[in-house]
């Protein structure tokens, strides 16, 4: 696991390091719309070399450590690799980076859902209390989808210990490189009919989201919603997405 990451792109091409990207968005902003949408979209997280950088990687088996073909399991239709340790070191940037503020938010739904559980400031300290709960596998992934695939409404949840939130960064550009294949969540209130959200994506571009559920404020104080998210049929080409799950799975 403390092997050296695998570099993707040439040193010096990022404009920005994943600690300079993360720092340079309104994560009060950001915080307001995941309260009141359980999603929020961090525009031109990479580049479109970036994008590129880390599709291409698709077909290399020695960055992934397991392929998974959905249909397989009824899952939808597309398919998905996971990448192994160490991650490289785009992705492991950006895990690592984007982990804090987003841990920061996760307190404040605990503590509103009256949920004692609370995240170091490290994802590096979370990956520990992952370890000794048994779970040791890396969970960022690698997604493909070609004209017919979809994903099915799901949740990211791969042992006891889960963090609320993840990301996932579109890597192919709407409408030139694919068509269809949008992002959508699902809300299920209590007592009241499910919710659908599409959100709109670019190249580049992230989507923080809940993994399970979120707070939603009631009259009678914060309630809990249950959500799932997926991807509509892709029309036509060639859908890539990256997806940073921050725990680690069994």
């Known amino acids: 696991m403390n092997a050296p990451t695998k570099r993707i792109v040439p040193a010096g091409a990022m404009a920005?390091?994943?600690?300079?990207?993360?720092?340079?968005y309104d994560w009060h902003a950001l915080a307001s719309d995941l309260d009141s949408y359980g999603s929020a979209v961090l525009k031109a997280?990479?580049?479109?070399?970036?994008?590129?950088?880390?599709?291409a990687l698709y077909p290399d088996e020695t960055y992934f450590r397991s392929h998974v073909h959905m249909a397989r399991h009824g899952f939808g239709k597309g398919e998905y690799r996971y990448f192994r340790y160490p991650l490289p070191d785009l992705i492991?940037?950006?895990r690592t980076a984007l982990y804090p503020h987003l841990a920061n938010i996760a307190d404040v739904w605990n503590e509103r859902m009256g949920i004692e559980q609370r995240y170091p400031e490290l994802h590096?300290?979370?990956l520990?209390?992952?370890r000794a709960q048994g779970q040791t596998r890396p969970t960022p992934l690698l997604l493909q989808y070609v004209p017919g695939d979809f994903n099915c409404l799901h949740q990211d949840i791969y042992g006891d210990l889960a963090f609320p939130l993840q990301v996932a960064i579109l890597l192919s550009e709407p409408g030139n490189d694919f068509t269809g294949g949008e992002f959508v969540?699902?809300?299920?209130r209590?007592?009241?009919q499910s919710r659908a959200e599409v959100v709109p994506l670019r190249q580049g571009d992230a989507v923080a989201f809940a993994v399970h559920n979120?707070?939603?404020?009631?009259?009678?104080?914060?309630y809990r919603v249950n959500l799932r998210h997926g991807v509509s049929r892709i029309r036509s080409g060639l859908r890539h997405t990256l997806g940073i799950i921050f725990h680690d799975a069994r």
């Open 16 to 24: 920005l390091s994943a600690d300079d990207r993360a720092a340079g």
């Open 45 to 55: 997280l990479l580049t479109p070399e970036e994008c590129g950088a880390i599709a």
């Open 92 to 94: 492991d940037g950006l």
């Open 124 to 126: 590096a300290e979370f």
């Open 128 to 130: 520990k209390q992952c």
């Open 185 to 188: 969540l699902t809300e299920q």
């Open 190 to 192: 209590p007592r009241m």
């Open 214 to 222: 979120r707070p939603v404020r009631g009259t009678k104080g914060s």
